[in-house]
Structure formats: C-alpha cells, structure tokens
C-alpha cells in the first residue's frame, strides 16, 4: 500500500468523521478488529462505545437520532454479532430512523468456503439477504477502492427521501485494503442535497380551500411532524384556522399536550374527544402519519376515523403510504414542513378569508364538552391508591416528577400504553416510543442513546419487567460511560401485555405469560433493585403510589445511574373511546362511548 493510500476501514472511518458523527456504538469480534483500528487511530475525533449486546447497540444509535436529529453508527462482527442487529434495524426502518450499520464479513478470499461464520448455504457471504427486508439498502464492497462509493452512497441512501437504517457490510480483508488516497467529501456528496420538497401549488390551493370550508376540521399529526422539524409551523397553523391537533402514538408530543388546541390521542386507548372529535370530522389533515391499526381502530369505522364520509387530505413524504389505508380526497406528496409554510404563505396571500377563530367555535365548544365527559371518567383513576400500585396512577406520578426538558424513552408493553394515555409531554421529543416494529428492549437501551444525545437532560426509560430482563446488561453500559439515567421497572410480574390478550380474547386460557415460582407458585422475579445494586448503580423498590414521584424526584436529583423497581398491578388495560380487533379472534370493546355511525 503506498505511503498516501487510506484502507477501507479508514475510509469509513474519516468519512463519518467528517459528517461529523460523534459516536460509533457497538460490540467487537474477530470481523471487526480492522475497523476497530481504524477507529482506534481516530479515537480523538469519534468516540467509540463499547456494549454488551449488539442490539443495544442499534437502540441506542435509534433514540440518539430521535433525540439530536444527528445519524451515527454501528459497528458488529460477522455472524453472529450482526446477526443480534436485525431487530434494531427493523426497528428504525419501519420508525424511519436513520443509522449507518458497519457489519464485518468474512474475507473475500474465503466466500463460499464455509469460513467460520460465513452464511454460505444459499449465496457466499450472505449477511445482505439476511437484512434485506429490515433496512432501507445494503452495501456490500468486495474490493477496498470500492469503499468511497459505497460509504457516500450508503449515507445519501440513509438520510434522502424517507430516512432509514443502512447496512454497509465489509469484508474482513476490506477494512485493511487500499481504499483511497482520499475521502469522499460531504459537502460535494451529501451535504448539499435537500429533500423538502415541496406540494403541488395546485395541491395547496386546494388543501387551503378545504381546510377554509370545513365545518369541523382536525388535524392528526404523526412522527413526520416531529422529526420533520414541523412543530412550530404545525402550531403556527393550528392557531392560525383554530384547528385542533390530535396526534397518533408516535406523533405525541409534536403539539404541547397542554396547548388548548391540543385534542389528544388517537387510538384504541384514546381519549373520546380525540376518537370522536376524529370520527365525526368533515376533514381530517394528515400529516406524516401512517395510519397503522393501532391509530386507527383497526380501521374498522366509526371508532377512530369515519373516511368516508370524513374527507382526508394526506401528506406524506413518502407517496407509498398515501391512500394505503384510507380513500383520500387530497394526496399529496410533500415534506410536511415545506407543505405547512406553503399553506402558511398561501393563508397570508388571500384576503378575507375572515374571522377563523369565530368560525371555529362551536366546534371547539362541542369537543369541550366531550373533553369534560371523558375528564370525569378517567379522575377515579388519579387518585387510586391501591398497591400494586394502580397504573393509571403510576403513569400519572412518574409524569408529575419529571421536568419540562425530561427525556421519557418507553419500551413495549402494556406500560406504554398507560403512559401515552397519561403522560403529558410538552416537546416533540419528551416521550419516544416505538410503534412500527415494536422490540422489547428498544427503551431499556435506547435511552443511553439519549443522555449520550443530551447529556445535561435528564433521561429516564420507563420498561416492563420482561423487557428489563431480556436487556440487563445496560446497567454495565451505564456505569461503564458514567450516564446518570434511570429505569423506572415497571414490574408486574407479567408479559401482562400478551397475558391480556389471553384473558381478553381466549377464555383466560393463559400459558407463558407470567413469571411465577416453582414451588410457591407465588409471582417471581429477580430483586431488579439488587441487580442494580450488583452493578453500582443505586435501586430501590417501591410499592406505594405516593411514594412513586418521591422515589424518581430523589434518582433525578442524584444524577447517577440509578433504578426503581414499582410494582405495579397488572389486572388493568387502559380504556379509551377507539378498539382493536385482532382477526378471527373479535375486537375489544370501548371503555367509553360507542361506534359513531353517520346518518
Ligand atoms: C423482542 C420481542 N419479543 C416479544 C415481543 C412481543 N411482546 C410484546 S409486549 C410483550 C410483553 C412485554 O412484557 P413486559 O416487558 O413485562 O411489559 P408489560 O407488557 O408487562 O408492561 C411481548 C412479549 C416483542 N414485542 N418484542
Ligand atoms: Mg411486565
């Protein structure tokens, strides 16, 4: 190699040095020693964070960029220590979220041999096969000068269009070959590329016109706002016509729950101003939003959504999920940002358009009056002081301690759902979840992502018991790197998610769904606050409700890593206005109002 040549895996490794990515994240093994040495050269320009699972890894990398708005990286071994990526990269695929995935193959001499680790029964070297349907597109340079082609590529492909995870999978040998003398440059690539684009003027003019005669319009927002960058042009518009916002799950946050026109949740365990509000609409405003069956009832009319007769306009950066689920009236392919500044300038242009917020009034009286209905419903529940604790209760006192600028990272289970229901976060990024692949473990891990994203916010991951156990090992990972987050273990000794569905849906037929003792029978767990302990991390356990917020008040002020372990009761799924069918088994009942039919 002459004197002036950089090797693949230094090529990689400048490269996103110069789009500036702070962190790698990830797990060695003998695939990935050549590119742990290019890293290990460039140690004062990127830092290298060292796991102990590798879809930690990729969780973290996810919530880094729901968190900062910045892509990193991954880095994992050949085999088997990529093979533990595929869930994370599902994960921000389907949530839209872009990370680069450095994955070690054998060397290119040895495909098709059999080489340890090869996946070689079906193709040579076939890790790309392996994640083709969980990422947006896999690279794979066989030659170290394809490097520079392949690292700019895969970048442009990950942060264009729809963002999303890309896997750039080297071969051993690659890291180590003469790539280049240099580096693709960013700023004549990537860095200059903007894909927020805008509607169609006719589209505008034409939303514009809808949105001025409608009658009882909403507006439901999703993800698309929040990483978009849309929140303050959505609000702008909202207060503009007085239109009230609701959001799906993933969409929460993108308006201050607490902003008046804030309508809520839509979904099963939505409230009844936002599913009615919703269902009774004569317009409904798409923004970035999806329409899965969890926003949407099932897509069974007249709980959530009742299109048609409800007309849709739908704005979406990518036009495959335009008219997936619901006819629309208007589609139109936009970036919603561009698309809100568009119909901004063209409200502004037009004269006369009168007095909005007088139009809008009785509309907005009308939801006043569910939001009152559905407030008496649910206040029993904010005083319930049983324990376990009563998780209604338990999401409102984790809520209630956790600063404006608190980072609230979820996992999957029935704790996410009472948490989206009764938390109220004020920013697009207060609450994160994930709601299109849904791992257990996402928020275990992904909120060491976030206190590397914001070190000086306070970053909490509120996780179920099996979630916590399946991914324990971030308790190392946090001591390791000094991140004073906290896990609030919501321990109901259960998969108490699945464990409803069986109750729900199959007689109570349950099997595999609870943790219990051999010979007590008696629920079981391990001491989670002791295993914190065993780490070095300070745990506690509460029981009561009203030591709940105490308990996560005093782990915030300490600034440590540190654990709660709340039992919480298990027997309850959180109602809302909307329902959930899974097919050939039936659908849940509302917990509140009916199914609106039109006349
Ligand atoms: C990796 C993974 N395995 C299985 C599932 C299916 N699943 C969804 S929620 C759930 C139960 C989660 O239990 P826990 O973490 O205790 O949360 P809880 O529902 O009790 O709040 C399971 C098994 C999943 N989403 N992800
Ligand atoms: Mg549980």
Redesign the pocket.
Known sequence: MSKNMLDGGQVIVDYLVREKVPYVFGLCGHGNIGFLDALYERANDIKTISVHHESVAGFMADVYYRVCGKPTATFTSCGPGSANLP?ALANSFLDSVPFLAVTGNVPTGQFNRGAFQELYRHYQADFPSTVRAYCKRVFQPTRGDMVPLAIRQAWKTMVTGRPGPVVLDVPFDIFKEAAAEETPKPEEWNANISCRCGADPEGVTKAVDMLLAAKRPVILVGQGVKYGGAAADLVRLAERLRIPVAWSASGTGAIDTRHPLALGLIARNGPYQANHAARTADLLLALGVRFDDRTSSSWLPGYSFTIPPTKLIHVDIDPDEIARNYPVELGLMADVRTFLQQVLAELEARDGIGDAAAARAKWLDTIDGYRREWNAFIAPGFVEDASPIHPQRAAHEIDKALPEDAILVS??????NWLIQFCTPRRPDSLIGSMGF????FGVAGVLGAQFAAPERPCVSV??????F?HASVLGTAVEYDLPVIWVV?N?F?????RGLQRGYLGGRELATDFRHPDTGTPYNPDFAAMARSAGIEGVNVDRAADLSDALRTALASRRPYLINANIG?DKNPGGAGVWELPGLGQSQPAFGGRYQPQ
């Open positions: 869930i996992d999957i289970g029935v704790h996410h849904g791992p257990m473990g996780c179920g018991d099996g979630a916590f399946m919501w109901n259960a998969y108490a998610s699945i298990a």
